[in-house]
């Protein structure tokens, strides 16, 4: 009965993403524990795995504050419009071979289009606060993640075409072999920009604390400054499950059920996330507009017209000539971007 699938996998989706978000909280904080050389949170229960729990304990108990001169109805409803699109991308990723909230055949713009709407949730809450840095954070969120939305958008459409189809159940069907091997540029690409636009290391301006204190979040405290914690953390795990059934061939796999396949390549892309922002230092504002609009977005163009040629030729059906070319086309275009690539005062970003 469809009122009984939507009411069962409303469960499984909230579920999952609540204990999803609670380990890569801890996930990370150990991992960045290793990679700082220090043991990372040990004390609450083994391993430290209740940490998230009395995290959020101390979270909830703390006094709510609201600046004098906030809007105040605007400043309450911001954290929750920033985490309900968040939680929504969930609906139409498959955990299984249609195993999924809503199977809509137009998947990828849903996602697209819910996604875009944690976007005004942070605007609401650097405006309201009615504080110079939090507005400054809020300005740049509207920079950053409009400026990665369009290269972002370009490297998915390459699997769409591969695929011929919106719908990412069917994509993750179209994947004889993980797109990946096919579209290593398009994944690329997708992970800087996704990771631009969830505002994760290198690109977490928008509450650069050394610059701008804690930019949209510095007037929020108790249960709204906590929800804007997890909706980060949503937006990874999302931004991770969309790469996983995108470029990696979802649910598939052998022998192990299809949803164990999932979970394991959404740890792989988090750990891959993480890795980043433990090695990379944060850039400059004016560093990463212009890596947007003169590295990655002639690099998102030619990775396109690279696909439609191939798709037109039906050169992508020979799966083993075209994932050694694709790779080599990979690698070339990114020498030559990198070396044409420069930022003001002609200096190369590192």
């Not at 988090?270 to 990655?296: E, G, H, N």
């Amino acid at each position: 009965m469809d009122w009984l699938h939507f009411a069962l996998f409303t469960l499984i989706v909230f579920v999952f993403v609540i204990t999803g978000v609670l380990f890569f909280i801890w996930y990370e904080r150990r991992g960045l524990g290793r990679f700082q050389l220090r043991p990372g949170p040990n004390r609450a229960g083994p391993f430290g795995l209740l940490q998230p729990l009395a995290d959020a304990v101390k979270v909830l108990l703390k006094e709510d504050i609201v600046p004098a001169l906030a809007d105040k109805p605007v400043h309450f409803l911001a954290p929750m419009v920033a985490f309900v699109p968040a939680l929504a991308v969930f609906a139409v990723v498959p955990f299984g071979d249609g195993a999924m909230l809503a199977d809509l055949n137009i998947g990828i713009l849903y996602i697209m289009a819910v996604s875009s709407i944690v976007v005004i949730g942070i605007f609401m809450a650097g405006w309201s606060s009615s504080n110079k840095y939090s507005l400054l954070g809020a300005m740049r969120t509207i920079a950053q993640e409009v400026s990665y939305e369009i290269p972002l958008v370009l490297s998915i459409l390459g699997t769409v075409m591969l695929a011929g189809s919106l719908s990412l159940n069917d994509i993750v069907k179209a994947q004889q072999v993980p797109f990946i091997l096919i579209q290593p540029l398009g994944f690329l690409i997708y992970m800087t920009a996704a990771m631009a636009e969830i505002n994760r290391t290198p690109f977490d301006l928008l509450e650069a604390d050394s610059e701008i204190i804690a930019g949209f979040q510095t007037e929020y405290s108790g249960m709204k400054f906590g929800l804007f914690y997890l909706t980060e953390y949503a937006e990874t795990l999302s931004v991770s499950a969309v790469a996983s059934t995108l470029f990696l061939g979802g649910w598939a796999g052998p022998i192990l059920p299809g949803f164990i396949w999932l979970i394991i390549k959404i740890v792989a892309v988090f750990s891959f996330i993480m890795w980043v922002r433990a090695t990379f230092p944060r850039l400059r504002i004016d560093q990463v507009m212009a890596f947007c609009w003169k590295f990655l977005l002639p690099l998102s163009v030619a990775n396109l017209l690279i696909t439609a040629g191939l798709v037109l030729t039906g050169f992508n059906e020979q799966i083993w000539l075209a994932v050694p070319l694709n790779l080599g086309l990979a690698a070339v275009l990114v020498v030559l971007a990198s070396r044409q690539f420069r930022t003001g005062g002609g200096h190369a970003v590192t």
